[in-house]
């Protein structure tokens, strides 16, 4: 059964500092993989998607995910961090039912 | 504007006091599904309906309902609330298959007393 691993479950990073949040997944079929982004008091909103083609997706507010086979991962990146992405992240794939499954999320948390 | 409305936002309940949580969306999108959140657990489904008058279980089903009797209604349903069940809960909507965007809902945040 697909899964997916969000190793860190909070993250703090300096403004203006890079940040990587981690995904890792299990699948033994093609992968579909998605980073959500959570504003606080907000519902959840796509920040970018991998379906096939490139390795490197980018995505909403700067964000870019590579998609490694061999390491099963699905990183999520950004050069420089602001403020406004303090938030909670997701990473997600497509199970073989067409069901999405969600991880347990990682909080970054941007320090001053 | 393109959205997924759900109400109420708040709510605080008590043991056994039935309740309806209603979510619409006006994208003529085809599936929707219930998730609860929970720290420390993300985001766990709920039900979910791939059309009008289909519906299904998903991985925590127990102790809710749901129908669709319209496209872009899908309410959630608890007939006999418990604590376990104080979460915070969101409504999303998607296009024909889930590698489509998945919109989400605002929330509504349910404390069962």
């Known amino acids: 059964a697909q899964s997916v691993t969000q190793l860190d479950s909070q993250v703090p990073v300096f403004e203006e500092a890079p940040v990587e949040l981690r995904c890792n997944y299990s699948?033994?079929?093609?992968?579909?993989l998605f980073w959500y982004v959570q504003y606080p008091n907000q519902g959840l909103q796509l920040l970018l998607k991998?379906?096939?083609?490139?390795?490197l997706v980018k995505g909403i507010n700067g964000f870019e995910a590579e998609f490694n086979k061999s390491q099963t991962s699905f990183h999520l990146r950004k050069p420089s961090v602001h403020i406004s992405d303090t938030a909670e992240y997701f990473c997600?794939?497509?199970?073989?039912?067409?069901?999405?499954?969600f991880g347990k999320g990682t909080r970054l948390h941007i320090l001053p | 504007e393109a959205q997924v409305t759900q109400n109420p936002r708040y709510l605080i309940t008590v043991t056994g006091k039935k309740l309806t949580v209603t979510c619409s969306q006006n994208?003529?999108?085809?599936?929707m599904s219930w998730y609860r959140q929970d720290p420390g657990l993300g985001l766990r489904q709920i039900y979910y309906?791939?059309?009008?008058?289909?519906?299904d279980k998903g991985d925590v089903p127990e102790g809710y309902k749901v129908s669709r009797k319209e496209k872009r209604n899908f309410p959630l349903i608890l007939e006999s609330p418990s604590p376990n069940q104080t979460s915070l809960y969101f409504c999303?909507?998607?296009?024909?298959?889930?590698?489509?965007?998945?919109?989400f809902g605002p929330g509504t945040r349910l404390t069962v007393l």
């Open positions: 999303a909507s998607t296009l024909a298959s889930s590698y489509n965007e998945q919109f």
């Open positions: 699948s033994s079929v093609s992968v579909y």
């Open positions: 991998y379906l096939s083609g490139s390795t």
């Open positions: 997600a794939v497509l199970n073989r039912d067409d069901k999405i499954i």
């Open positions: 994208m003529n999108h085809e599936y």
């Open positions: 309906s791939m059309n009008v008058e289909v519906t």
